[in-house]
């Protein structure tokens, strides 16, 4: 199983990094499909839940966002009117495609897997769209991954606390916290490397202590959102489309709450 895991980074990381580093359509278009396999992987796990929903409309709708994020839309009357328009057509989708039976459960679920994936993926380009966002993007992706693979070798070798064993089992307190010190000794040699790099920009040490906090707790907090996903699903990996990781939501799921926290932290205090 670690070979997988370790063959796919080498394959899958450096293709990410220069989608990354060209920006433009081709990063537009990789995100794209990571949000379309993801939704495609999110809809198993309503089927599985036995909830009936028509899939053109579901994934349709989880794209709008990618297709607002292109032209850096994300907020105003344009925002505003496609979130109604979402909304309007997961209604007359109860309305005229199921019985009245379940709507409620429907349409909460059918919004619920939208907003998750589709919404939080577009800050990936609203990320890499800001000033110097190449390097912020890299930052996130680098330190979450840190703090990935310091909460996985620290759990296996020295795990003895459970920290959701009703979600995951196999998580513990020992874990989480090799994945924060993980996170913490990433940012400080990654902000170095971009003060390096970026004379005219400093990554002061609060700005990086406080990075590397977030970062690490979003990305367990996203790790355990698709914990309870999955497990309330009844399905062990999201698919098994990369070798040793799972599906797409496996590999990704923490990047969905990193990239906006550090997006909305980097706008407001930075």
């Known amino acids: 199983m670690l070979w997988k895991r370790v063959l796919s980074a080498i394959v899958g990381i450096p293709i990410l990094i220069f989608t990354v580093y060209y920006g433009g359509i081709p990063f537009f278009l990789s995100v794209a499909l990571l949000v379309f396999l993801g939704l495609q992987e999110f809809y198993q796990f309503i089927k599985n839940k036995g909830i009936n929903l ?25 925002f505003d009117c496609f979130l109604l328009y979402i909304l309007i057509s997961i209604f007359l989708t109860q309305i005229f495609y199921n019985e009245q039976k379940n709507a409620l459960t429907n349409t909460s679920v059918t919004f619920l897997g939208i907003v998750y994936i589709g919404w939080l993926a577009t800050h990936l380009i609203y990320l890499r769209n ?3 966002g190449f390097f912020y993007l890299i930052l996130v992706l680098l330190v979450t991954w840190a703090n990935d693979t310091g909460a996985y070798f620290v759990g296996i ?4 606390h459970k920290l959701c064993p009703k979600i995951s089992p196999n998580k513990t307190i020992e874990g989480a916290i090799g994945g924060l010190i993980s996170s913490l000794l990433a940012i400080f040699l990654i902000g170095w490397w971009i003060n390096k790099i ?3 920009f400093t990554f002061i ?17 996203g790790d355990l959102v698709e914990s309870l996903f999955k497990r309330d699903a009844g ?6 489309l990369i070798p040793g990781h799972g599906g797409i939501l496996d590999r990704f799921d923490s990047l969905l709450f990193t990239v906006p926290v550090v997006y909305y932290y980097l706008q407001i205090l930075m």
């Open 235 to 240: 399905i062990k990996d999201s698919s098994n």
């Open 198 to 200: 970026l004379p005219n």
């Open 130 to 132: 800001m000033n110097d």
């Open 54 to 78: 028509p899939k053109v409309i579901f994934i349709t709708n989880g794209m709008i966002f990618i297709c607002l994020s292109f032209f850096n839309i994300h907020g105003g009357p344009v």
């Open 157 to 160: 070798n020295l795990g003895k």
């Open 205 to 221: 040490l609060p700005h990086l202590i406080g990075l590397g906090f977030i970062i690490s707790l979003a990305a367990q907090f």
